[in-house]
């Protein structure tokens, strides 16, 4: 688990051209005078179509595409709105196209390679082991992979999935030249998931449930003692829409450990319970911004993107759908609890 600062504030900044694998969030492309269920059947028959093993039928192809269009409009076919999708329904939609075809994996979180600063890194935990206090470079390179991938499609006829999720993160003392560092990984997060999703919901606050999911979620660093750090939590998410507007609530509940077993036993006084994502998708510009309460201490980060291109990219037998962006500024801050 990525050692949190002991200071109350905490800033880190970062400018920088990353990558991220948000395949799940291609701009709509509505054709002129064509109603919305049309170009989303042409769209999903097309796609798949290419990957369709010789034997499947017109019939089973069309079959697929009315589910997919369904789920992530959370409507049936004749009834879906003639109008663009919103960036949630996208998304959703992209999804199911890509449960359906062989050997294909989509994002989870987003994945990125930047550049970052922290004014004031927590050099504690590394104390006993390398008797300095002047170790870690306040700058250093940021990076995250993180994919998904069904498990089980339409659990016993319903609209829910099983999927299998994976995120790491590493900092990167990319520039430390420290004996004692020597350009190490300073920390990386390994973080598997499983977790059930529902498809469609009622409205909540104003905004259309698109899904929610429940699942465990396992965290740590890898690494042995005095570094290791791991917790379990039982996880919940829900998805609203509010068309240019999407809300992530999260919340979780730590899985208890005992006391001799817990090597990270205050991670609630910086993640607290929860989180809210509130992403606004204006055109292709992406703004979002992340609360994090802590019992001590809150978490900020805000972000804005812009994408260069779409494509799909083929790596061995899977493929996945790579969209590139343009990340200007994130800005984080730890602020003072109360």
Known sequence: MKFMNNHPRHIVAAIAISLFWL?????????????????????????????ASPDTTIGE?????????????????????????????ERMFDDQMNYD????????????????YNSDPNETPFDPLTGDEDILDNGEAKFQ???????????FGTDNDLLGAYTAT????????????????????????IFLRHYGGPEIFGGQVSAFDLGLNHESNGRSELLSRSWNRVMGRVYLDYDDIAIGLRAWYRIPEDEEDD??????????????????APNKNTFTAMLRPGTEENGLELTWSY?????????????????????????RYAVPGS
């Not at 079959?63 to 329904?89: F, I, L, R, W, Y």
């Not at 900092?171 to 990386?188: G, H, K, P, Y």
């Open 23 to 51: 395949g799940a969030n291609a701009e709509s492309q509505e054709a002129e005078g064509l109603p919305a269920q049309t170009n989303l059947m042409e769209k999903c028959l097309l796609a798949n179509m290419e990957g």
């Open 61 to 89: 192809l069309r079959a697929g595409c009315e589910q997919a269009v369904a789920k992530s409009t959370n409507a049936k076919m004749q009834d879906v709105p003639e109008k663009p999708m919103t960036p949630v329904q």
């Open 101 to 116: 075809r062989s050997f294909v994996i989509s994002t989870f979180h987003p994945n990125y390679f930047m550049a970052t």
């Open 145 to 155: 992979v993180s994919f998904k991938a069904p498990l089980w499609r339409n659990m």
């Open 170 to 193: 590493s900092w990167w003392q990319i520039d430390n030249d420290d004996d004692d560092v020597s350009s190490a990984f300073r920390e990386t997060n390994y973080q598997p998931e």
């Open 263 to 280: 090597d990270n036993p205050h991670m609630h006084r910086y993640y607290g319970y929860g989180d809210v994502l509130v992403a606004y």
């Open 307 to 331: 994408p260069v291109s779409d494509q799909y990219v083929s790596v061995s037998i899977v493929t996945m759908h790579m969209r590139v962006v343009v990340v200007l500024f994130i800005f």
